[in-house]
């Protein structure tokens, strides 16, 4: 009878057990090596110099990220439309998509803003206001002073109609943002 293998058997099947991983994982390749070998891919079509990438965005940067070396205290605010009646969780979702839309903008555009910010602790601030007019008319009075915005537009499939605008996110330095958003109420 033979109750085990012994540390020499121990041995052989722990090498067949290494050549069969080995032989798995050459046919196999884990996920991080197929994930770099699709990011190198990516990196070298938005390298491209012949401009034969069509997916390649060509957009000059932001002006805000030059305030962003004179100007310490940088702050977001969410200028929600209070005429929609959207319930506490619709708001937050609707903040969170804009947040999200004007960090996305932000990330090649302006890197030095939005670093600024977030050295700031990333405040934000939520506010009211009556209706889409005048989200437009402040988006004009934002543009105007050279700050970024991104107004996040509803897909409609909860509370509200589809392409309702729903959230507007301000970034800039404080004073600049006060200048646009400082006579709203909080929400």
């Known amino acids: 009878m033979m109750m085990g293998l012994g540390w020499v058997g121990a041995i052989l099947v722990g090498a067949g057990w290494l050549a069969l991983g080995y032989c798995f994982g050459a046919r196999y390749p884990p996920a991080r090596i197929v994930l770099s070998a699709r990011l190198a891919k990516k990196t070298a ?26 100007l310490q205290d940088f702050k977001m605010v969410l200028v929600v439309r209070n005429d929609l009646k959207m319930g506490k969780g619709k708001i937050a979702a609707q903040c969170s998509h804009a947040t999200l839309g004007l960090y996305k903008k932000l990330l090649h555009r302006a890197p030095k803003a939005l670093n600024r910010w977030e050295m700031c602790a ?66």
């Open 45 to 70: 079509l938005a390298n491209d110099t012949n401009g034969n990438n069509k997916k390649k965005k060509n957009k000059d940067p932001l002006e805000i990220d030059n305030l962003a070396d004179i």
């Open 122 to 187: 990333q405040p934000k601030v939520v506010v009211k206001i009556e209706s889409e007019e005048d989200m437009l008319v402040l988006q004009e009075r934002a543009k105007s002073l050279k700050l970024p915005t991104h107004i996040t537009i509803d897909a409609g499939r909860t509370q509200i109609a589809p392409n309702s605008r729903t959230v507007m996110a301000i970034l800039g330095p404080i004073e600049v943002v006060d200048d646009v958003t400082g006579g709203l109420k909080l929400l």
